[in-house]
């Protein structure tokens, strides 16, 4: 098989299997992965930025490697599915592939399931573009931005409150 055919196809099951251990283990390098779940949503959030990321800028952050590049000749067999692995997110946010989504159970700091993911969608937009806000209508952007803060229990105190006197008004108190 072609090298660009081998790093356009989607990870095998077992390649799956493989980078999931490694996110959630110990590995040789030394690295600090992302929990699978997170980089997950990491790669969806990098997926869905307002810019093109490149994976130099994205793969240090995703599997904690410091320094960044590691030139070790093993690294690059990482590399490769942690790339593979993230056009496969490309492929199920454009639709072409069915959306596995990687949801943990949930964490005793967290409140739900999502919020690690969600978390981590957020930091993935903005690697290299800042904040958000700044590429577009202002109040579009909170609007769009809105359900996913509320997963990631990153509400500003002023949209905390008006979120929950929302509720409550919901709840005619």
Same mark, same amino acid.
């Given at each position: 098989m072609a090298p660009s055919d081998r790093a356009s196809r989607p990870l095998s099951g077992q390649e799956l299997d493989r980078l999931e251990a490694f996110c959630? %283990?110990?590995n040789e390098f030394g690295w600090e992965p992302m929990p699978f779940d997170m980089l997950q949503g990491f790669l969806c959030g +990098? !997926?869905? !930025?307002?810019?093109?990321?490149? !994976?130099?800028?994205? =793969?240090?952050? %995703?599997?904690? +490697?410091?320094?960044?590049?590691?030139?070790?000749?093993? !690294?690059l067999a990482w590399f490769d599915l942690a790339q593979r692995y993230y056009r496969m997110q490309i492929a199920a946010l454009e639709g072409r592939e069915d959306a596995e989504l990687v949801f943990y159970d949930e964490h005793p700091t967290t409140p739900n399931r999502f919020t690690l993911w969600t978390v981590d969608f957020l930091d993935g937009l903005i690697v290299e573009s800042g904040p =958000?806000?700044?590429?577009?209508?202002t109040e579009e952007v909170d609007g769009l931005l809105f359900p996913l803060r509320v997963l990631a229990e990153a509400l500003e105190d002023k949209e905390r409150k008006k979120f929950e006197a929302k509720k409550l008004a919901k709840l005619g108190l």
């Open positions: 959630e %283990g110990e +990098i !997926a869905s !930025a307002v810019e093109e990321v490149s !994976a130099e800028d994205w =793969l240090p952050w %995703g599997f904690g +490697i410091d320094p960044w590049p590691d030139p070790r000749p093993e !690294a =958000l806000e700044s590429s577009g209508d």
